[in-house]
């Protein structure tokens, strides 16, 4: 059974960084994406970013291309967000997404002025 323990969300200023982990248990590393999804709220969970594991190709949603990055460790079977000069509106619960049906429990991303 596929299990995801995100973690690294917090309180940070306008145009600060934080980076999000997502610990991954019970599959294959090396198959298939991992993707990283947010809610606000009040809205619909939307797509953030997304990575190969094995072609480490990477996508992103438009409202995120330049500031974040999504990144992984074989090694630690953990795939990073890296989210540098954030905005209020990328205020959000993220959650970690291994398709096509597990999900992490989430964790609050919160930037304030």
């Known amino acids: 059974q596929v299990q995801l323990v995100e973690s690294g969300g917090g309180l940070v200023q306008i145009g600060g960084s934080l980076r999000l982990s997502c610990a991954v248990s019970?599959?294959?590393?090396?198959?298939?994406?991992m993707d990283w999804y947010r809610q606000a709220p009040g809205k619909e969970r939307e797509f953030v970013a997304q990575m190969y594991w094995i072609a480490g190709a990477t996508y992103y949603a438009d409202s995120v291309k330049g500031r974040f990055t999504i990144s992984r460790d074989n090694a630690k079977n953990t795939v990073y967000l890296q989210m540098n000069s954030l905005k209020p509106e990328d205020t959000a619960i993220y959650y970690c997404h291994s398709p096509p049906r597990t999900w992490g429990q989430g964790t609050q991303v919160t930037v304030s002025s």
């Open positions: 019970g599959r294959t590393v090396g198959s298939g994406t």
